[in-house]
């Protein structure tokens, strides 16, 4: 049985040892069955707090002496249903780096789906434009979120064909007002929330790349960015953390699963990235994604789970953070809002996370407050900053 070098494990040792021998920039993001701590039958379990607890380690202090934080989370992989512009812009990105024929076939016919999609639904309100919702029923726990929007696929200049096709200054109705993207990310941001960047497929590797996007929604919020999630969760350990730091990011919060949930690399507590070339601690802290609805719910891949399943799972991880008085990362993709039973599964969770009554923020806000409680813990042991 091999035995785990935690340090090693946050470093990132061990996932760069594992990365599939046939990785490109294209290949399919490498997920859970690639993990270390899945062959040893440890994803469920944040092994490496349960160690630093067990120890005589000083669980987490949180604001209110709330008990362990829930950080919410929204990619924003869509704005609109049934805009023409967007279908279009997207089967034709799909359509020129199509990986095989069959996509080239399934785009070109969608082209014509997409047409009389727009004209059987000319007259009806779009079902995404309801983002106002996302903030009410986070208002009405108590809750603030992180929204990871995609900065505009005219600043992308490699594209992949999972890119996202909205623009920031397509039309999208917030709360009942018309407006553009960039509009209602500034409002969103105005009452509270974060704005972080849901960058391109191809951004995981290249800084310059990277700062574009991020400049980009910079310049459509009027305000700073700081916090990032890869689309697709495509990140390469090896690489992707110097990026985000050349980029000036301060927090990530990519390392989760797209196809499980649990606790990539044995932790629900922050903790500072690594490079491993220079084998250095690198400045961006990372906020570990442990549970997301597309891993649980999506009937194609994944748990493929019902709601009351997938409910029992978010309990199991919830008391495994708890007890460890770590932080409970959620993903629920604001798109999915159609799917009822995503949505509901969304409204037990949270009602459920507020009588537990945890202490919930957004990525920048749980990363600011890490940082605080780090360094006052060093202080209080005389170890300086
Ligand atoms: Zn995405």
């Known amino acids: ?47 490496v707090d349960e160690h630093f607890v067990n120890n005589g380690g000083q669980k987490p202090v949180w604001p209110d002496g709330k008990a362990f934080a829930v950080c919410l989370t929204h990619d924003v992989d869509a704005v609109s249903l049934y805009s023409l512009k ?8 799909q359509l020129l780096n199509a990986e095989n024929a069959f996509q080239k076939v399934k785009n070109g016919v969608g082209i014509g789906i997409d047409l009389a999609n727009k004209v059987i639904h000319r007259n009806q309100k779009d079902p995404l434009h309801c983002y106002e919702r996302w903030l009410e029923v986070e208002k009405k726990v108590g809750a603030r979120s992180t929204f990871f929007f995609w900065p505009g696929l005219s600043t992308v200049t490699k594209r992949h064909h999972t ?39 191809y951004s995981y590797n290249d800084v310059d790349e990277l700062k574009r996007q991020k400049e980009s929604l910079e310049k459509a919020l009027c305000n700073e960015v700081v916090s990032i999630r890869q689309h697709y969760l495509h990140y390469d350990i090896r690489i992707t953390p110097c990026v985000h730091t050349g980029a000036g990011f301060k927090y990530d919060s990519t390392l989760g699963f797209n196809d499980n949930v649990g606790f990539r690399f044995g932790t629900c507590y922050p903790w500072r990235l690594y490079d491993l070339k220079r084998e250095e601690d690198l400045p961006v802290i990372e906020i570990p994604l442990i549970v997301q609805d597309g891993a649980m719910l999506n009937p194609a891949k994944g748990l493929r789970l019902d709601e009351d399943t997938a409910f029992r799972y978010v309990i199991q991880m919830t008391e495994e953070v708890e007890k460890v008085g770590g932080v409970l990362t959620l993903l629920w993709h604001p798109n999915w809002i159609i799917i009822p039973h995503w949505w509901d599964l969304y409204l037990r969770t949270l009602e459920y996370l507020q009588h537990k009554n945890a202490w919930f923020c957004s990525v920048k806000e749980v990363g600011d407050w890490w940082k605080h409680f780090i360094l006052a813990f060093r202080q209080d042991k005389g170890l300086g900053e």
């Open 86 to 93: 967007q279908s279009l812009r997207s089967r034709l990105t």
């Open 163 to 201: 890119d996202r096709a909205y623009e920031l200054y397509d039309p999208v109705v917030f709360d009942n007002q018309k407006c553009t993207v960039a509009e209602m990310i500034r409002e969103i941001n105005l009452s509270g929330w974060e704005i972080g960047l849901h960058p391109s497929w």
């Open 1 to 47: 049985m091999t035995t785990i070098n935690y340090q090693r494990l946050l470093e990132g040792h061990y996932e760069a040892e594992r990365f599939p021998k046939d990785f490109s920039p294209e290949r399919i993001v490498p997920d859970f069955a690639f993990n270390v701590l899945n062959t040893m039958g440890l994803l469920y379990r944040p092994v």
